[in-house]
């Protein structure tokens, strides 16, 4: 996918030479092609593919998280209100 985006952008642009550029058309285009490529390389993006694993990987975290919080909410619910934590000497006074 990439690749054909960096050969159709530097066709395009090649085709935009003038009348009588034929002769070097194919060295601006392989220039072109090569700037291109290393201006969207230093830019560090990524697949489409990439991004949607890694979007997919982020929700199943969250998700957990949010499942975790819930448990540790339950948790501790439960254990402020057990018979140990109500006596006098495990509540301090104000």
Do not use: C, W, Y
């Not at 952008?9 to 392989?30: N, Q, V, W």
């Not at 489409?48 to 957990?64: G, H, I, P, V």
């Amino acid at each position: 996918m990439k690749q054909k985006l960096f050969d159709e952008l530097s066709h395009r642009i090649g085709a935009l030479l003038p009348e009588g550029t034929e002769s070097i058309r194919a060295d601006i285009e392989t220039s072109i092609h090569l700037f291109v490529q290393e201006t969207f390389n230093k830019l560090n993006l990524v697949s489409r593919e990439e991004f949607d694993l890694q979007s997919a990987l982020l929700q199943r975290s969250r998700e957990k998280l949010d499942r975790l919080e819930k448990q540790l909410e339950t948790l501790t619910r439960n254990t402020e209100n057990t018979p140990e934590n109500n006596k006098p000497e495990n509540n301090p006074p104000d």
